[in-house]
């Protein structure tokens, strides 16, 4: 069984420096993509980061010059690390992993349950 726990949001002020985490753990045998999406009450779900299994990263233009992603693979683990937080940076923030799944001996997309980043002006 494939778990992702997500650590690192809470209230912080605008212009602050947050750094969130997901660590997937349970029947692993490789991870390959592994982003970070949010999601702010009545919008959509959008890609904020994202990292391959060879390091490559991607940033949409509008978080590009303020998100980093950063993984390390002897932990299973993804970080985002956010620079001059705005207000609009409230979401709730999920981990996405895709992985192999040694129970069910296929490979899959796995979510984290979200954590809230809230930033005040």
């Known amino acids: 069984q494939v778990q992702l726990v997500e650590s690192g949001g809470g209230l912080v002020q605008a212009g602050e420096y947050l750094t969130l985490s997901c660590q997937a753990s349970?029947?692993?045998?490789?991870?390959?993509?592994m982003g970070w999406f949010r999601q702010a009450p009545g919008t959509r779900r959008e890609l904020v980061a994202s990292?391959?299994?060879?390091?490559?990263?991607y940033y949409p233009d509008s978080v590009k010059d303020r998100f980093s992603i950063s993984r390390d693979n002897a932990k299973n683990t993804v970080y985002l690390n956010v620079h001059g937080l705005k207000p609009e940076d409230t979401a709730l923030y999920y981990c996405?992993?895709?992985?192999?799944?040694?129970?069910?001996?296929?490979?899959?997309?796995?979510w984290g349950q979200g954590t809230q980043v809230t930033v005040s002006s």
């Open positions: 996405n992993v895709d992985l192999y799944d040694t129970t069910t001996q296929s490979r899959g997309s796995y």
């Open positions: 349970g029947s692993i045998r490789s991870i390959n993509f």
């Open positions: 990292i391959t299994g060879d390091d490559r990263t």
